[in-house]
Nanobody, 114 residues
Framework: QVQLVESGGGLVQSGGSLRLSCAAS????????MGWHRQAPGKQRELVAG???????NYADSVKGRFTISRDHVKNTVYLQMNSLKPEDTAVYYC????????WGQGTQVTVSS
């Protein structure tokens, strides 16, 4: 059974940085797409960044140039480096894996103060 465990959220001031990590288990890590979604209060969940098994990435326009997604196949982990954080980045961030269906982590809170 696929499990995704996130870490790295927290409180940071505007302009600061955070790095999120998501460790995957369940044996299907290598041949799938992974990424991060976020959901702010009162808003729909949105894709922040994705990376496929070949390393190709895509980003939401709102985070391009500030966030970087990467993955480590040996550690079965995907990362989201978030720089130049803004208050509008405040949300619960969910790790996501796509392999036939969607799998989700439990979510980690990111709060950016102004």
């Amino acid at each position: 059974q696929v499990q995704l465990v996130e870490s790295g959220g927290g409180l940071v001031q505007s302009g600061g940085s955070l790095r999120l990590s998501c460790a995957a288990s369940g044996g299907i890590f290598r041949f799938n797409t992974m990424g991060w979604h976020r959901q702010a209060p009162g808003k729909q969940r949105e894709l922040v960044a994705g990376i496929n098994s070949g390393g190709s990435t895509n980003y939401a326009d709102s985070v391009k140039g500030r966030f970087t997604i990467s993955r480590d196949h040996v550690k079965n982990t995907v990362y989201l480096q978030m720089n130049s954080l803004k208050p509008e980045d405040t949300a619960v961030y969910y790790c996501w894996l796509l392999y036939g269906r969607d799998y989700w982590g439990q979510g980690t809170q990111v709060t950016v103060s102004s």
